[in-house]
């Protein structure tokens, strides 16, 4: 399937689940509609919003995906998972909503100090 097609086909996916755009490390500011993940950390992050969550992001990896939140303003909290266990930890909150623009957040550092290494920054 051409690269246009399959974009389109996930516009049009489900509000129930996040749709996969791309993988990367691109850095422009994602358009409307569009939530960007990069881990620029030592370790794997992922994102949770009241009706889905992603999954983990790679370390020195960037996600998007079209995120449909019904035209209103949803939190998103970032959360990152320590490398020596399963256990996760809150990193950051933010809130996005398709209609007013794209959102990129940036997890940075490190999981020394219990998480509080970690810290995020946002292109928008």
Not at 22 to 36: D, F
Not at 66 to 79: E, F, H, L, R, W
Not at 103 to 124: C, F, M, P, S, Y
Request: proline residues 6%; contains cysteine.
């Amino acid at each position: 399937m051409k690269r246009a097609k399959w974009v389109a086909a996930i516009a049009t996916t489900s509000a129930v689940a996040f749709s996969l755009l791309t993988a990367g490390t691109a850095s422009a500011v994602p358009p409307n509609g569009v939530l960007k993940l990069c881990a620029d950390g030592n370790y794997r992050v992922k994102v949770e919003l009241p009706m889905m969550g992603s999954p983990f992001v790679e370390p020195g990896t960037c996600r998007s995906w079209q995120v449909p939140t019904g035209g209103s303003s949803k939190p998103v909290s970032v959360i990152g998972k320590f490398n020596t266990s399963d256990k996760t930890f809150f990193i950051d909150q933010y809130y996005f909503s398709e209609r007013w623009y794209g959102l990129g957040i940036h997890a940075v550092g490190t999981t020394a100090n219990g998480g509080r290494g970690a810290d995020t920054w946002t292109e928008k």
